[in-house]
């Protein structure tokens, strides 16, 4: 009887001893907010001055510093992605708002759009000539329409209705934009792009502390592009979107991001494939886009960050809540 009972006493112990965990390292704190903005992507030179990368860099360490205050503060990423991009929409260095590249008239014609990945909510305009942050706007069409997207003067009455702040046209035009356009002129066909120069826009993704995604885009589109001429960053699916899987928002040559509906095509996969979000991000913008095409900026509902492109550099920062934080321009 005492065998029988050690014996059984044993095997208790053997049993509790193999399901009790082996003791590990430290192990990495959860991610529970998650941030990437981008000011573009394109014929970024290496030579640029390094004065003139130091103003990027600045501009993009104070729009993730805003971002990061704003999501440590548990804020939702509706409200930091608006913030962020109107940031990005007043500082002249970037093609949004005020030092928009100017359309073959020298005017500047904006496009934004902004989606909450929880409910699929989104909003967007294109072609506004007098509202000071488009992407403010683009959220009242999502939040007071029951449209999605607004053009041009219709745009234009309904901010005028809803006190958008607006300004002259000439607030959005800068000499550095129309050396540009003078110079793409004088190049008929040719790229709108040139060394030291983005052909992009301004984005950022966003997930908050309660697991939300969302994503926001502004843009003033190419130098010297057609009057009228409506690219990517208001057409969600193609330069912006969001849903509970992934918030992506693309930067380079609008058509082929409509072509391929980029950013929608990334939740895809991340979603239907199962990919991770860097090999679905990575697939768009390596194997389905064209060299020098752009890329993106995506993060998942894990707090995943990628931010790949095929041009030779993007403007673009990084943070979590782990304390991961990246200013970058070039691949190294």
């Known amino acids: 009887m005492l065998t029988r009972t050690l014996l059984l006493l044993i095997l208790s112990l053997m049993a509790a001893c193999a399901s009790t965990p082996a003791a590990s390292g430290p192990t990495t704190p959860p991610i529970t907010w998650a941030v990437a903005i981008h000011g573009g992507a394109g014929t970024i030179d ?8 130091a103003a990027y860099l600045a501009s993009l360490t104070r729009a993730l510093d805003e971002a990061t205050t704003r999501l440590a503060r548990g804020e939702s990423s509706l409200d930091v992605c608006e913030a962020v991009v ?63 997207l607004l053009i041009s003067d219709g745009a234009e009455q309904f901010a005028a209705s809803i006190h958008t702040p607006l300004v ?59 009057w009228g001429r409506v690219g990517d960053s208001p057409i969600l699916g193609a330069g912006n979107y969001a849903d509970q899987y992934a918030a992506i928002s693309g930067t380079g040559t609008g058509e082929e991001f409509i072509r391929h509906g980029v950013a929608r095509m990334i939740a895809a ?3 239907l494939k199962n990919e991770t979000l860097a090999q679905a991000a990575d697939h768009l913008v390596h194997k389905t886009l064209r060299p020098d095409d752009g890329g993106v900026i995506a993060v998942d509902a894990k707090g995943n960050i990628a931010m790949p492109f095929n041009s030779e550099g993007m403007y673009r920062a990084c943070a979590d809540s ?7 321009i070039w691949e190294d």
């Open 86 to 148: 109107r940031l990005l929409e007043d500082d002249e260095l970037f093609n949004a708002g005020r030092g928009a590249a100017l359309n073959e008239k020298g005017q500047a014609e904006l496009d934004a759009s902004i989606m909450d990945g929880a409910t699929l909510r989104c909003g967007a305009v294109a072609g506004v000539r007098t509202v000071k942050n488009p992407i403010t706007l683009a959220r009242a069409v999502m939040e007071q329409t029951r449209h999605v």
């Open 269 to 271: 996969r991340v979603a």
């Open 168 to 226: 002259d046209p000439s607030y959005f035009v800068t000499p550095r934009r129309q050396q540009m356009l003078k110079k793409a002129l004088e190049k008929p066909g040719a790229r709108a792009d040139h060394p030291g120069v983005t052909y992009g826009t301004v984005g950022c993704v966003v997930l908050d502390s309660k697991g939300n995604l969302a994503a926001a885009t502004s843009t003033g589109g190419m130098t010297a592009k057609k």
């Open 322 to 328: 782990t304390g991961k934080r990246e200013v970058r």
């Open 46 to 53: 290496r030579n640029t001055p390094p004065e003139q990368a």
